[in-house]
């Protein structure tokens, strides 16, 4: 098996069950590396709300992503305290395919070698332009 480096963990938002994140941690704990816990977040009601400013809009959409951001790292506390590195990121973004895929060419400079991630499969394996390893928690 390759030795991979930097593991970007697509979040499921809608579940507090991470497998993937689990399993880039086993990762990790056996042949070093970091993590990136990535979510990519929507919500078109926040872009209808007519009734506030862009700058209004602006900070709902950031207060969204801190949220979010603070609810990962909830998730990442046991790991993060037990010494494995996880960064947190969190992007507005209306195809969550398009902002995974996006956060991996930025990275792509530093080696990203692998994708690990829970929904857009068939997106991600038709355009990621790096390997990526499916994450079924099911027998």
Not at 30 to 49: H, Q, V
Not at 59 to 70: C, H, T, Y
Not at 114 to 119: E, G, S
Request: net charge negative; glycine share 2%.
């Amino acid at each position: 098996m390759a030795t991979y480096q930097n593991l970007l963990v697509a979040i499921d938002p809608n579940q507090d069950d991470q497998p993937a994140l689990r399993r880039a941690v086993y990762l990790v704990q056996r042949l070093g590396g970091r993590i990136k816990a990535f979510l990519p977040i929507y919500d078109f009601s926040y872009e209808m709300t007519t009734l506030l400013s862009p700058d209004e809009r602006t900070e709902m959409r950031q207060g969204v992503i801190e949220q979010r951001k603070a609810w990962i790292a909830e998730q990442c506390a046991y790991y993060i305290e037990a010494g494995i590195p996880i960064d947190i990121k969190v992007v507005w973004h209306n195809k969550p395919y398009v902002a995974i895929i996006q956060e991996v060419i930025a990275h792509q400079h530093d080696r990203l070698e692998a994708v690990i991630f829970t929904p857009l499969d068939w997106q991600l394996l038709r355009k990621c332009p790096c390997p990526m390893w499916m994450v079924k928690d099911q027998p």
